[in-house]
């Protein structure tokens, strides 16, 4: 297998268009640019349509109505951007309408700064916009998953007619890595509920987020809730790697899974057990698989770029029948390998002072 | 074994390029690899650094705090990172534009090339980097020469293809100052 070396942001770029993605609605922010920049070039070679909007508003609206002509349509943004955009995702989830969704998050809260960050993940996973709605949450781990989970992202998109966020941070996102590209797929945009025209049927397919009479509302999120259970039931992923054998497991994501794993090979060089447990949904949580760690009697440290938003997560999964401690880098800065061996190494029943 | 290495210099010097070609030179080499430039707001004047690391596992962090090998090719970049390198790590620096080193690193390998002079000689100014980069290869051994020559055709884009036998002198240039 051929491997090419990318660029995150140019790696999700490539995978929806592998994965069919022929539409790219989207305004600039730093530091997600390559990926519009590469949607524009690429997007029309493969007979796709390319289009910077007036504002982030416009774009998810953009994407809304390709969505909803059953279109695999990709919008993405970082933090502020994503703001901008939430009154938009909560009215396509809604509307059940696929599409995905990349935050390549920086710094906030505001305008912020340009640094890497990860305290987007409340506004991933916990809504963010208004009401009772949930997206599916991938968070890559590599450019490789940058690429395939952006093919999942789609399908499972289609599959549950729920958006799909991709939530990295500037790290991943301009961090170049070999990759392994699949082929190039063909989709059709044919799906029986989408707007196109009624095309011989006696009613016309709607698209539509409003509940306003009768009980129609209070209908509507069963049917929303019902499928957001299936979802948690089927969709958590995760990896973990030395878990079973661990004293201690490291709990992160993205940017500080990839830290942690490093700060780990030096601790297990030498005789140290330590177990990495990296959620690659962050919506649905992998939380059965924690819940029955901390049963074993493990012990967990949550690394994080935020001041405590996945730690509320693991503390839930675990439910007291484990210790969790937490170490967060706040908005900006990167822990180092360092930092986090330390805080390791002080947290293991014989470290501390050696 | 991982391999960490910072490339650091004036905008426009080229130190990204070269990063990238260690990284491209690995990958092809079947190794694990990473390449993270620095990035955001930069003063003009200021320095540009990226980080790769060239590994036999999967890369952990793609950000090198300690490095076993840097290029600086600039002074401000051989103050900003001389200190982190690992003890018996490598230092290649631009002799041409830094006339006094620190002596405080006695245990690290230090080569000062003069990167511009040796440029026009080869009759390109724009090549100190590669000379730089054909150095540290030849002390570091991390990526073979043979490696970076393919991954020139990879990273370059195709209208800078005619200057690639003009790179590969360079290269073979740096590696020649360390290896005679």
């Not at chain 2, 092809?28 to 790769?52: D, H, I, Q």
């Not at chain 2, 018996?88 to 990167?115: C, H, K, M, Q, T």
Request: proline fraction near 6%; charged fraction near 20%; hydrophobic fraction near 45%.
């Amino acid at each position: 297998m051929e491997r090419v070396m990318m660029k995150g942001n140019e790696a999700l770029a490539e995978g929806a268009i592998r994965a069919g993605c022929r539409f790219f609605f989207g305004y600039p922010i730093t530091p997600q640019n390559e990926i519009p920049e590469y949607m524009a070039r690429r997007l029309p070679e493969v007979g796709g349509v390319f289009l910077q909007a007036e504002s982030e508003v416009s774009a998810i609206n953009m994407v809304y109505g390709a969505g909803g002509a059953g279109a695999r349509v990709l919008t993405s943004s970082s933090g502020p951007g994503i703001s901008l955009k939430l009154e938009g995702i909560s009215y396509i989830a809604g509307a059940q309408v696929p599409c995905v969704i990349v935050n390549v998050a920086r710094g906030g809260p505001g305008l912020g700064g340009l640094t890497p960050s990860q305290a987007d993940y409340f506004q991933a996973t916990k809504g963010g916009g208004h009401g009772d709605y949930r997206l599916l949450v991938y968070a890559p781990g590599n450019a490789q998953e940058m690429v395939d989970l952006m093919g999942l992202a789609f399908d499972k998109a289609e599959e549950y007619r729920n958006p799909v966020m991709i939530l990295t941070d500037a790290i991943m996102g301009q961090m170049m890595e070999p990759v392994v590209l699949p082929p190039l797929r063909t989709v059709t945009a044919e799906q029986p509920w989408a707007t196109t025209g009624k095309q011989g049927r006696k009613k016309p397919n709607l698209i539509n987020s409003l509940g306003i009479v009768g009980e129609e509302l209070e209908r509507i999120n069963i049917e929303l809730q019902a499928k957001y259970d299936r979802m948690a039931a089927a969709e958590a992923r995760y990896e973990a790697d030395g878990t079973a054998e661990a004293d201690l497991i490291v709990v992160a994501y993205g940017t500080s899974s990839r830290v942690a794993r490093s700060a780990i090979a030096r601790l297990r060089q030498e005789g140290k057990k330590v177990g990495l447990f990296r959620p690659v949904t962050l919506w649905p949580f992998p939380q059965a698989v924690l819940a029955s760690l901390a049963a074993d009697g493990k012990r967990f440290l949550v690394v994080e770029m935020s001041a405590g938003q996945l730690v509320e997560d693991v503390i839930l999964a675990v439910n007291d029948r484990a210790k969790v401690s937490f170490f967060g880098k706040l908005n900006g800065t990167v822990p180092t390998v360092r930092e986090v061996y330390d805080r390791i190494r002080s947290l293991l029943p014989e470290g501390g002072e050696g | 074994m991982t391999y960490e290495i910072i490339c650091a210099g004036f905008g426009g010097q080229g130190v990204m390029l070269i990063g990238q070609l260690l990284a491209y030179g690995g990958m092809l080499e079947g190794k694990e690899v990473t390449w993270f430039p620095s990035y955001g707001p930069e003063m003009r004047g200021g320095t540009a650094n990226c980080s790769v690391v060239v590994s036999d596992q999967p890369v952990g962090s793609p950000v090198v705090a300690e490095p076993d090998g840097l290029i600086a090719l600039n002074g401000p970049s051989l103050m900003r990172f001389m200190g982190s390198v690992k003890p018996g790590g490598v230092i290649v620096y631009n002799a041409s534009l830094i006339n006094e080193v620190p002596e405080d690193r006695p245990e690290v390998r230090l080569f000062g090339i003069a990167a511009n002079e040796l440029a026009e000689k080869l009759g390109n100014d724009k090549v100190g980097n590669m000379i730089a980069l054909g150095a540290f290869l030849g002390l570091s051994k991390v990526v073979g020469l043979a490696s970076i020559e393919a991954a020139l055709k990879e990273v370059l884009p195709e209208r800078r293809h005619h200057l690639i036998p003009l790179n590969i002198s360079a290269l073979h240039k740096g590696w020649a100052l360390v290896e005679g």
